[in-house]
Protein backbone atom coordinates (compact mmCIF):
# COMPACT_ATOMS: atom_id res chain seq x y z
CA UNK A 1 0.00 0.00 0.00
CA UNK A 2 2.69 2.13 1.24
CA UNK A 3 3.83 2.63 -2.64
CA UNK A 4 1.23 3.55 -3.66
CA UNK A 5 1.65 7.22 -1.80
CA UNK A 6 1.93 10.03 -4.21
CA UNK A 7 5.30 10.95 -4.25
CA UNK A 8 5.14 14.65 -6.01
CA UNK A 9 2.09 15.25 -3.15
CA UNK A 10 4.15 14.51 -0.41
CA UNK A 11 7.75 15.49 -1.55
CA UNK A 12 9.53 18.29 0.91
CA UNK A 13 6.41 18.36 3.19
CA UNK A 14 8.10 17.85 6.82
CA UNK A 15 6.68 15.83 9.73
CA UNK A 16 7.84 15.73 12.94
CA UNK A 17 8.01 11.94 14.56
CA UNK A 18 8.35 11.51 18.22
CA UNK A 19 9.72 8.34 19.60
CA UNK A 20 8.55 6.96 23.00
CA UNK A 21 10.05 4.25 25.61
CA UNK A 22 8.63 1.03 24.02
CA UNK A 23 10.17 -2.35 22.99
CA UNK A 24 8.46 -1.16 19.66
CA UNK A 25 10.54 1.98 19.27
CA UNK A 26 12.67 0.48 17.15
CA UNK A 27 9.61 0.16 14.51
CA UNK A 28 9.55 3.99 14.48
CA UNK A 29 13.14 3.53 12.32
CA UNK A 30 11.12 1.65 9.77
CA UNK A 31 8.67 4.42 9.81
CA UNK A 32 10.48 7.04 9.40
CA UNK A 33 12.18 5.48 6.34
CA UNK A 34 8.72 4.41 4.92
CA UNK A 35 8.04 8.70 5.56
CA UNK A 36 11.55 9.77 3.62
CA UNK A 37 10.75 7.09 0.63
CA UNK A 38 7.90 9.03 0.19
CA UNK A 39 9.43 12.30 -0.43
CA UNK A 40 8.99 13.40 3.24
CA UNK A 41 11.65 15.43 5.33
CA UNK A 42 11.34 14.04 8.82
CA UNK A 43 13.06 15.32 12.17
CA UNK A 44 12.51 13.20 15.35
CA UNK A 45 12.24 13.59 19.03
CA UNK A 46 13.05 11.17 21.72
CA UNK A 47 11.90 10.70 25.14
CA UNK A 48 14.42 9.75 27.64
CA UNK A 49 12.94 6.38 28.08
CA UNK A 50 13.48 5.75 24.19
CA UNK A 51 16.76 6.71 24.10
CA UNK A 52 17.11 3.12 26.40
CA UNK A 53 15.39 1.25 23.47
CA UNK A 54 16.76 2.61 20.63
CA UNK A 55 19.83 5.21 19.63
CA UNK A 56 19.36 8.55 18.67
CA UNK A 57 22.20 7.82 16.27
CA UNK A 58 20.18 5.10 14.73
CA UNK A 59 17.85 8.16 13.15
CA UNK A 60 20.18 10.47 12.73
CA UNK A 61 22.01 8.60 10.45
CA UNK A 62 19.59 7.48 8.75
CA UNK A 63 18.68 11.13 7.68
CA UNK A 64 16.26 12.65 10.64
CA UNK A 65 17.06 16.05 10.69
CA UNK A 66 17.12 16.98 13.63
CA UNK A 67 17.37 14.46 16.16
CA UNK A 68 16.09 16.01 19.80
CA UNK A 69 16.47 14.29 22.98
CA UNK A 70 16.83 17.04 26.22
CA UNK A 71 14.81 20.29 27.15
CA UNK A 72 18.38 22.01 27.93
CA UNK A 73 21.87 20.79 27.07
CA UNK A 74 24.87 21.99 29.02
CA UNK A 75 25.92 24.42 26.93
CA UNK A 76 22.89 26.68 26.84
CA UNK A 77 22.49 26.27 22.75
CA UNK A 78 19.33 26.06 21.33
CA UNK A 79 16.93 26.91 24.01
CA UNK A 80 13.95 26.67 20.94
CA UNK A 81 14.12 23.23 21.03
CA UNK A 82 10.03 22.82 22.08
CA UNK A 83 9.07 25.12 19.56
CA UNK A 84 10.92 24.56 16.36
CA UNK A 85 8.87 21.42 15.35
CA UNK A 86 5.91 24.17 15.51
CA UNK A 87 7.44 26.23 13.61
CA UNK A 88 8.73 24.01 10.23
CA UNK A 89 6.83 20.78 10.57
CA UNK A 90 3.16 20.27 9.42
CA UNK A 91 1.81 17.37 10.96
CA UNK A 92 2.98 15.69 14.38
CA UNK A 93 3.04 11.79 14.47
CA UNK A 94 4.07 10.23 17.85
CA UNK A 95 4.92 6.70 17.41
CA UNK A 96 5.06 4.57 19.57
CA UNK A 97 2.78 6.68 22.16
CA UNK A 98 3.69 5.59 25.79
CA UNK A 99 0.76 5.60 28.35
CA UNK A 100 2.51 8.76 30.31
CA UNK A 101 3.23 10.36 27.60
CA UNK A 102 -0.72 10.22 26.12
CA UNK A 103 -1.33 11.74 30.07
CA UNK A 104 0.90 14.48 29.76
CA UNK A 105 -0.74 15.24 26.44
CA UNK A 106 -3.89 14.87 27.28
CA UNK A 107 -3.65 17.32 30.58
CA UNK A 108 -1.01 20.05 28.74
CA UNK A 109 1.97 19.13 30.79
CA UNK A 110 5.51 20.08 29.56
CA UNK A 111 7.78 18.51 31.36
CA UNK A 112 9.98 16.72 29.02
CA UNK A 113 10.83 17.89 25.45
CA UNK A 114 8.06 15.78 23.45
CA UNK A 115 5.49 16.99 25.32
CA UNK A 116 6.45 20.53 25.48
CA UNK A 117 6.94 20.38 21.29
CA UNK A 118 3.56 18.47 21.16
CA UNK A 119 1.91 21.88 23.44
CA UNK A 120 3.57 24.06 20.77
CA UNK A 121 2.49 22.46 17.89
CA UNK A 122 -0.70 23.67 16.25
CA UNK A 123 -0.88 21.38 12.96
CA UNK A 124 -2.12 18.04 12.98
CA UNK A 125 -1.39 15.47 16.10
CA UNK A 126 -1.36 11.95 15.40
CA UNK A 127 -0.85 8.98 17.79
CA UNK A 128 0.00 5.54 17.29
CA UNK A 129 -0.09 4.23 20.98
CA UNK A 130 1.98 1.00 22.14
CA UNK A 131 1.80 -0.60 25.60
CA UNK A 132 0.46 -3.39 27.89
CA UNK A 133 -3.01 -4.49 27.43
CA UNK A 134 -3.69 -3.94 30.94
CA UNK A 135 -2.37 -0.15 30.50
CA UNK A 136 -4.14 0.27 27.61
CA UNK A 137 -7.39 -0.64 28.61
CA UNK A 138 -7.06 1.05 32.29
CA UNK A 139 -9.40 3.68 33.07
CA UNK A 140 -6.98 6.41 33.28
CA UNK A 141 -6.00 5.80 29.50
CA UNK A 142 -9.39 5.52 28.31
CA UNK A 143 -9.95 8.78 29.62
CA UNK A 144 -7.07 10.12 28.13
CA UNK A 145 -8.02 9.03 25.00
CA UNK A 146 -11.38 10.69 25.01
CA UNK A 147 -10.26 13.77 25.47
CA UNK A 148 -7.45 13.81 22.91
CA UNK A 149 -10.12 12.53 20.71
CA UNK A 150 -12.57 15.29 21.41
CA UNK A 151 -9.89 17.62 20.84
CA UNK A 152 -9.51 16.18 17.67
CA UNK A 153 -6.11 14.40 17.56
CA UNK A 154 -6.02 11.65 15.21
CA UNK A 155 -5.29 7.79 16.88
CA UNK A 156 -3.97 5.40 14.94
CA UNK A 157 -5.42 2.54 17.39
CA UNK A 158 -3.53 -0.28 18.27
CA UNK A 159 -4.16 -3.88 17.06
CA UNK A 160 -4.87 -7.39 19.61
CA UNK A 161 -2.11 -9.68 19.46
CA UNK A 162 0.20 -11.06 21.69
CA UNK A 163 2.60 -7.90 23.35
CA UNK A 164 5.94 -8.21 24.03
CA UNK A 165 5.51 -9.46 28.03
CA UNK A 166 3.93 -12.30 26.75
CA UNK A 167 0.30 -10.75 27.65
CA UNK A 168 -2.87 -11.31 25.02
CA UNK A 169 -4.83 -8.16 24.38
CA UNK A 170 -4.95 -4.63 22.57
CA UNK A 171 -2.10 -2.61 22.77
CA UNK A 172 0.33 -3.73 19.71
CA UNK A 173 1.21 -1.26 17.72
CA UNK A 174 -0.61 -0.71 14.58
CA UNK A 175 0.85 -2.01 11.40
CA UNK A 176 3.41 0.04 9.69
CA UNK A 177 1.31 1.00 6.28
CA UNK A 178 -1.49 1.59 8.34
CA UNK A 179 0.58 4.63 10.67
CA UNK A 180 2.54 5.75 7.66
CA UNK A 181 -1.14 6.32 5.40
CA UNK A 182 -2.58 7.91 8.46
CA UNK A 183 0.31 10.68 8.83
CA UNK A 184 0.58 11.20 4.82
CA UNK A 185 -3.61 11.93 4.66
CA UNK A 186 -2.89 14.57 7.78
CA UNK A 187 -0.52 16.14 5.13
CA UNK A 188 -2.51 15.99 2.36
CA UNK A 189 -5.69 18.20 1.29
CA UNK A 190 -8.94 16.99 2.48
CA UNK A 191 -10.51 18.35 -1.32
CA UNK A 192 -12.72 15.04 -1.65
CA UNK A 193 -14.35 14.62 1.90
CA UNK A 194 -17.32 14.00 1.54
CA UNK A 195 -17.17 12.27 -2.15
CA UNK A 196 -18.26 8.64 -2.36
CA UNK A 197 -15.96 6.79 -5.56
CA UNK A 198 -17.11 3.75 -6.81
CA UNK A 199 -14.05 1.92 -8.61
CA UNK A 200 -13.65 -0.90 -10.75
CA UNK A 201 -9.54 -2.15 -10.50
CA UNK A 202 -7.70 -5.43 -11.73
CA UNK A 203 -8.56 -8.43 -13.84
CA UNK A 204 -11.74 -10.44 -14.42
CA UNK A 205 -11.69 -14.03 -14.63
CA UNK A 206 -14.46 -15.64 -16.36
CA UNK A 207 -14.64 -19.25 -16.47
CA UNK A 208 -14.79 -21.85 -19.24
CA UNK A 209 -14.28 -25.03 -17.26
CA UNK A 210 -14.77 -26.14 -13.88
CA UNK A 211 -11.08 -25.26 -13.51
CA UNK A 212 -9.82 -22.92 -16.13
CA UNK A 213 -9.64 -19.37 -16.54
CA UNK A 214 -9.79 -16.43 -19.36
CA UNK A 215 -7.98 -13.52 -18.45
CA UNK A 216 -5.25 -10.86 -18.36
CA UNK A 217 -2.17 -9.37 -16.94
CA UNK A 218 -3.92 -6.69 -15.16
CA UNK A 219 -2.25 -6.22 -11.34
CA UNK A 220 -4.72 -3.44 -10.47
CA UNK A 221 -1.49 -1.22 -9.24
CA UNK A 222 -3.26 1.55 -10.96
CA UNK A 223 -6.28 0.86 -9.01
CA UNK A 224 -4.60 0.51 -6.37
CA UNK A 225 -2.97 3.90 -6.43
CA UNK A 226 -6.45 5.56 -7.04
CA UNK A 227 -8.01 4.13 -4.47
CA UNK A 228 -4.72 4.94 -1.78
CA UNK A 229 -4.64 8.43 -3.64
CA UNK A 230 -8.42 9.06 -3.27
CA UNK A 231 -8.69 7.57 0.63
CA UNK A 232 -5.92 10.38 1.29
CA UNK A 233 -7.37 12.85 -0.05
CA UNK A 234 -10.69 12.17 2.41
CA UNK A 235 -13.21 10.15 -0.36
CA UNK A 236 -14.87 7.04 0.87
CA UNK A 237 -14.11 4.68 -1.53
CA UNK A 238 -16.34 1.40 -2.87
CA UNK A 239 -13.62 -0.75 -4.80
CA UNK A 240 -14.54 -3.67 -6.76
CA UNK A 241 -11.71 -5.96 -6.60
CA UNK A 242 -11.14 -8.18 -9.03
CA UNK A 243 -8.73 -11.31 -8.54
CA UNK A 244 -5.08 -10.89 -7.04
CA UNK A 245 -5.49 -7.33 -6.52
CA UNK A 246 -3.12 -6.24 -3.70
CA UNK A 247 -3.83 -4.52 -0.30
CA UNK A 248 -5.76 -1.49 0.10
CA UNK A 249 -7.02 0.77 2.76
CA UNK A 250 -8.68 -0.94 5.46
CA UNK A 251 -11.10 2.21 5.24
CA UNK A 252 -12.08 2.04 2.08
CA UNK A 253 -15.62 -0.88 1.64
CA UNK A 254 -14.03 -3.82 -0.71
CA UNK A 255 -15.81 -6.08 -2.71
CA UNK A 256 -13.99 -8.99 -3.97
CA UNK A 257 -15.72 -10.32 -7.51
CA UNK A 258 -14.20 -12.61 -10.22
CA UNK A 259 -16.46 -12.29 -13.78
CA UNK A 260 -17.14 -9.56 -15.46
CA UNK A 261 -21.09 -9.90 -14.59
CA UNK A 262 -20.30 -10.26 -11.20
CA UNK A 263 -18.14 -6.75 -11.07
CA UNK A 264 -21.32 -5.68 -13.27
CA UNK A 265 -24.09 -6.56 -10.12
CA UNK A 266 -21.77 -5.16 -7.65
CA UNK A 267 -20.94 -1.78 -9.93
CA UNK A 268 -24.80 -1.43 -10.82
CA UNK A 269 -26.27 -2.17 -7.13
CA UNK A 270 -23.57 0.58 -6.06
CA UNK A 271 -23.63 3.21 -9.02
CA UNK A 272 -27.10 4.94 -7.65
CA UNK A 273 -25.32 6.47 -4.52
CA UNK A 274 -21.88 7.24 -5.67
CA UNK A 275 -20.60 10.78 -6.89
CA UNK A 276 -17.80 9.54 -8.81
CA UNK A 277 -17.12 6.24 -10.97
CA UNK A 278 -13.11 5.61 -11.21
CA UNK A 279 -13.12 2.45 -14.02
CA UNK A 280 -9.64 1.36 -13.92
CA UNK A 281 -10.67 -2.70 -14.55
CA UNK A 282 -9.07 -4.63 -17.27
CA UNK A 283 -12.65 -6.36 -17.82
CA UNK A 284 -12.93 -9.34 -20.08
CA UNK A 285 -14.92 -7.88 -22.78
CA UNK A 286 -15.73 -11.55 -23.41
CA UNK A 287 -16.43 -14.88 -21.75
CA UNK A 288 -16.22 -18.37 -22.80
CA UNK A 289 -19.66 -20.44 -23.10
CA UNK A 290 -18.63 -22.63 -20.04
CA UNK A 291 -18.16 -26.18 -21.22
CA UNK A 292 -19.54 -27.06 -17.39
CA UNK A 293 -18.33 -27.54 -13.71
CA UNK A 294 -15.91 -30.00 -14.37
CA UNK A 295 -12.52 -30.14 -15.99
CA UNK A 296 -12.74 -30.35 -19.54
CA UNK A 297 -11.07 -33.60 -20.90
CA UNK A 298 -8.79 -33.30 -23.62
CA UNK A 299 -9.89 -36.52 -26.44
CA UNK A 300 -6.74 -38.17 -27.68
CA UNK A 301 -8.06 -37.37 -31.63
CA UNK A 302 -8.29 -33.68 -31.05
CA UNK A 303 -6.47 -31.32 -33.39
CA UNK A 304 -8.56 -28.11 -32.36
CA UNK A 305 -10.45 -26.77 -29.22
CA UNK A 306 -13.41 -24.14 -30.28
CA UNK A 307 -14.38 -22.39 -27.57
CA UNK A 308 -17.55 -20.06 -28.13
CA UNK A 309 -17.10 -16.41 -26.73
CA UNK A 310 -20.24 -14.17 -25.50
CA UNK A 311 -19.71 -10.35 -24.99
CA UNK A 312 -20.05 -9.60 -21.60
CA UNK A 313 -21.55 -6.14 -20.29
CA UNK A 314 -19.82 -3.19 -20.87
CA UNK A 315 -20.03 -2.11 -16.94
CA UNK A 316 -18.78 2.03 -17.50
CA UNK A 317 -20.96 2.19 -20.84
CA UNK A 318 -23.92 1.05 -18.71
CA UNK A 319 -23.19 2.79 -15.76
CA UNK A 320 -22.81 6.38 -17.73
CA UNK A 321 -26.05 5.65 -19.53
CA UNK A 322 -27.71 5.87 -16.35
CA UNK A 323 -25.87 8.51 -14.35
CA UNK A 324 -27.26 11.68 -13.26
CA UNK A 325 -25.46 14.58 -14.75
CA UNK A 326 -23.59 15.27 -11.18
CA UNK A 327 -21.55 11.92 -11.41
CA UNK A 328 -18.40 12.61 -13.00
CA UNK A 329 -16.68 9.47 -14.61
CA UNK A 330 -13.22 8.51 -15.32
CA UNK A 331 -12.50 5.67 -17.95
CA UNK A 332 -8.90 3.84 -18.78
CA UNK A 333 -8.05 2.65 -22.50
CA UNK A 334 -5.43 0.05 -22.88
CA UNK A 335 -4.19 0.33 -26.03
CA UNK A 336 -1.52 -1.40 -28.47
CA UNK A 337 -1.99 1.33 -31.45
CA UNK A 338 -3.55 4.09 -32.60
CA UNK A 339 -3.71 5.60 -28.66
CA UNK A 340 -4.95 9.23 -29.35
CA UNK A 341 -7.45 8.71 -31.81
CA UNK A 342 -8.95 5.31 -29.71
CA UNK A 343 -8.99 7.64 -26.38
CA UNK A 344 -10.91 10.38 -27.97
CA UNK A 345 -13.42 7.38 -30.08
CA UNK A 346 -14.00 5.50 -26.66
CA UNK A 347 -14.21 9.04 -24.19
CA UNK A 348 -17.39 9.85 -26.73
CA UNK A 349 -18.50 6.31 -27.12
CA UNK A 350 -18.82 5.42 -24.07
CA UNK A 351 -20.01 8.56 -21.91
CA UNK A 352 -17.11 9.66 -19.70
CA UNK A 353 -15.56 12.60 -18.64
CA UNK A 354 -12.53 11.87 -18.03
CA UNK A 355 -10.46 9.17 -20.38
CA UNK A 356 -6.63 8.25 -19.59
CA UNK A 357 -4.95 5.91 -21.98
CA UNK A 358 -1.85 4.16 -22.29
CA UNK A 359 -0.31 1.64 -24.67
CA UNK A 360 0.47 -1.84 -23.53
CA UNK A 361 3.48 -2.91 -25.62
CA UNK A 362 5.87 -0.31 -24.43
CA UNK A 363 7.80 0.25 -21.49
CA UNK A 364 7.09 2.22 -18.51
CA UNK A 365 3.39 1.58 -19.24
CA UNK A 366 0.55 -0.68 -18.67
CA UNK A 367 -0.09 -4.12 -16.95
CA UNK A 368 1.54 -4.75 -13.70
CA UNK A 369 4.79 -1.99 -13.84
CA UNK A 370 5.58 0.90 -11.53
CA UNK A 371 4.84 3.42 -13.78
CA UNK A 372 2.56 4.92 -16.60
CA UNK A 373 2.77 6.72 -19.53
CA UNK A 374 -0.85 8.35 -20.05
CA UNK A 375 -2.72 10.21 -22.89
CA UNK A 376 -5.47 12.25 -21.31
CA UNK A 377 -8.57 13.72 -22.52
CA UNK A 378 -11.61 14.95 -20.95
CA UNK A 379 -15.23 15.82 -22.65
CA UNK A 380 -14.68 19.71 -22.93
CA UNK A 381 -11.89 19.09 -25.31
CA UNK A 382 -8.91 19.35 -23.23
CA UNK A 383 -5.88 17.05 -23.66
CA UNK A 384 -2.64 16.32 -22.33
CA UNK A 385 0.35 13.78 -22.85
CA UNK A 386 2.05 12.74 -19.51
CA UNK A 387 5.62 11.74 -19.44
CA UNK A 388 5.75 8.05 -17.95
CA UNK A 389 5.66 8.92 -14.23
CA UNK A 390 4.39 6.64 -10.69
CA UNK A 391 1.21 5.38 -11.12
CA UNK A 392 0.67 6.56 -7.82
CA UNK A 393 1.04 10.44 -9.44
CA UNK A 394 -0.58 9.77 -12.33
CA UNK A 395 -3.65 9.07 -10.08
CA UNK A 396 -2.87 12.15 -8.19
CA UNK A 397 -2.99 13.95 -11.52
CA UNK A 398 -6.15 12.31 -12.93
CA UNK A 399 -8.05 13.16 -9.43
CA UNK A 400 -7.02 16.77 -9.76
CA UNK A 401 -8.44 17.13 -13.24
CA UNK A 402 -11.48 15.28 -12.30
CA UNK A 403 -12.34 17.36 -9.37
CA UNK A 404 -12.07 20.72 -12.27
CA UNK A 405 -14.32 18.82 -14.52
O1 LIG B 1 -11.89 -2.57 -22.82
P1 LIG B 1 -12.04 -1.12 -23.16
O2 LIG B 1 -10.82 -0.53 -23.75
O3 LIG B 1 -13.28 -0.81 -23.89
O4 LIG B 1 -12.15 -0.41 -21.71
C1 LIG B 1 -12.29 0.98 -21.59
C2 LIG B 1 -12.90 1.34 -20.27
O5 LIG B 1 -14.14 0.65 -20.12
C3 LIG B 1 -12.09 0.99 -19.04
O6 LIG B 1 -12.25 2.06 -18.12
C4 LIG B 1 -12.72 -0.29 -18.52
O7 LIG B 1 -12.59 -0.41 -17.11
C5 LIG B 1 -14.16 -0.11 -18.93
N1 LIG B 1 -14.85 -1.37 -19.25
C6 LIG B 1 -15.92 -1.77 -18.49
N2 LIG B 1 -16.59 -2.93 -18.79
C7 LIG B 1 -16.21 -3.68 -19.84
C8 LIG B 1 -15.10 -3.29 -20.62
C9 LIG B 1 -14.45 -2.13 -20.29
O8 LIG B 1 -16.26 -1.07 -17.51
N3 LIG B 1 -16.87 -4.79 -20.10
Redesign the pocket.
Known sequence: MIRHLPHNALARKRLHLGVCGSVAAYKAVEIMRLLQKAGLDISVCLTQAATRFISPLTFSSLGANPVYTRMFNDNGENTFAHLEPGRQAEALLIAPASATTLARLAHGLADDLLAAQALAFNGPLLLAPAMNPNMWSHPATRHNVKILRKRGVIFVAPESGRVACGDEGEGKLASLPEIVLAAAKALLPQDMAGIKILL?LGPTWERWDGVRIWTNPSSGRMGAALAVCAHLRGAEVFALAGPGVPDLPHQAHRIDVAS?RQM?DAASDLWPQMDTGL???????FSPSPFGPTKYKKNGNDTELNIRFLP??????TLARHSRPDQKIL?????TDNLENNARA?LKS?G?GLMAANLLNVTDSGFACANNTLFVCDCRGREEKWPPMLKSDAAWRLLDWLLTL
Open positions: TAFFCAAVADNPDILAGFAAEKKM
